[in-house]
């Protein structure tokens, strides 16, 4: 009975985190099938390891952390480098892209967002699209909150230089 308790416990905490975990993990490696191994190791390193979980942090900022550290060693991986040489010969041109980013403005902003260096595109992510703070931003990534506000600076500036045709109302305030 209680392995069953323990069970029904574990499939809440993923139907309760799945999106959230796969959007963003797909938001640092850009690919939905490694997105999705990594949530999936992410799961079951949680529930191997339960008990090590001390509830000093939400469940939610806890599988967030581990997550994080998944994409990044995926992004360090000798197979990431691989599969992205690979797929730059397979890839549509640039100027074919291009055209078909144009006729979407939000598709434009998450290619410009996507293109972003990992620590520049992962504050801007926490920032705007998952709306943490300065302070849950610094403790989700392990930072000083004044390296959050340099790299949320550096980011927009990034974003406007690669957006400067169009009226971002979000970056021209800023």
Same mark, same amino acid.
């Given at each position: ?24 993990? @797909?938001?640092?490696? #850009? ?6 191994? &990594? ?7 949680? @529930?191997? %390891? ?7 942090? $939400?469940? %939610?900022?806890?599988?967030?952390? &581990? ?9 360090? $991986? ?24 144009? $006729?979407?403005? #939000? ?16 504050? &801007?992510?926490? @920032? @705007? ?24 600076? %550096?980011?927009? $500036? ?5 957006? %400067? ?10």
């Amino acid at each position: 009975m209680d392995s069953y308790l323990e069970e029904q416990r574990f499939q809440q905490v993923m139907q309760e985190n799945m999106d959230y975990l796969l959007k963003l993990a @797909y938001l640092y490696v #850009k690919e939905w099938p490694a997105a999705e191994d &990594i949530v999936q190791e992410v799961f079951l390193t949680f @529930y191997q %390891k339960f008990e090590q979980f001390e509830e000093r942090a $939400s469940l %939610k900022t806890y599988l967030a952390r &581990i997550t994080i550290n998944r994409c990044k060693d995926y992004l360090k $991986s000798w197979r990431y480098r691989t599969h992205t040489l690979t797929n730059s010969f397979k890839s549509p041109t640039k100027r074919s892209r291009n055209v078909m980013i144009e $006729s979407d403005e #939000k598709l434009e902003l998450a290619e410009a967002v996507l293109e972003l260096p990992l620590k520049y595109r992962e504050v &801007i992510i926490h @920032y @705007y699209f998952e709306e943490l703070s300065v302070l849950e931003i610094s403790q989700l990534l392990i930072i000083s909150d004044s390296t959050v506000k340099t790299r949320l600076r %550096k980011a927009r $500036s990034l974003l406007k230089e690669k957006l %400067k045709d169009g009226e971002w109302e979000v970056l021209v305030n800023e």
